[in-house]
Structure formats: structure tokens, C-alpha cells
């Protein structure tokens, strides 16, 4: 059962807002079905970085217009990390973790909209609350 899983999966992809548990389930799965285990928060900053993410930067964004600009600016990397964990690790569950903040960024992105792609297992940990207004966007 496990080998017939692993070989007719493509991913299984999880996101949701924070402390819901993605991380655990997506060790769990890997686990189970004997399959690497990617978090976006453990390599975001290295795709960041291909693309000119610069921590300098960031820090003082950070100290001189506060925590909403730093977002704002990691955000804007965030489609191109999101883009290459779901290219470069195909067969693979992944956490791709809270992505709320950025989901309208996100949207037009082709390797984002795999996470409808019928050969991939999504899943949102998401409450109905918060999940409603962002499919309204």
C-alpha cells in the first residue's frame, strides 16, 4: 500500500495558519509513506537569497519602519521560494506554512496554482472563518 501511494503521488502539500499542525502531520505523512519531508520556513531564505533577499535590508526595513514593512518585503520573495520548493522537490510532502499574508501575490503564480492540480494532495488547515475571504480573493 505504501509503495502503490508513494509512486502515484505527486505531492502532498500542506498550509494553514499558524499552530494548526502542519509541520507534525507533514512528518507524520513522510513517515508513513516513506517520503522526504520539505518545510518552506526551513529553506525560504535560500531561495529568497537567489533573487536578491538581502538580510541587511531586511534588518533595517525592520528597525526603521517596523514589522509590517520587514512582512511586506520577505513577502515579496515568497512566490519565488513557493515556485521553486513545489519544482525542485516533486514526490515530496511539503509544508508550505501559513502563506495567508501573501495568498493574492501567490494566485498568479503557475507552480502555486499546482496546489489545485489534481495529481497533488492539498490540504489547508484552515478555519471556515478565515478560509472564506480568502477564496474571495
Known sequence: ???DLQSSLSSVILIGPVGVGKTTIARLIGEKIATP???LDDVCYDYYRE???N???AKQIYEQEGSEAFTQYDDSFRPYAVEQVLARNPHSVID???LTPCWKT???FPAFKLLLHPTAMSFC???LLIWKPLCAC
Open 1 to 3: 500500500m505504501q509503495k
Open 37 to 39: 519531508v520539505v518545510s
Open 55 to 57: 538580510g541587511m535590508k
Open 125 to 127: 488547515f484552515c478555519p
Open 96 to 98: 508550505l506554512g501559513v
Open 51 to 53: 533573487i536578491g533577499w
Open 106 to 108: 501567490l494566485m498568479p
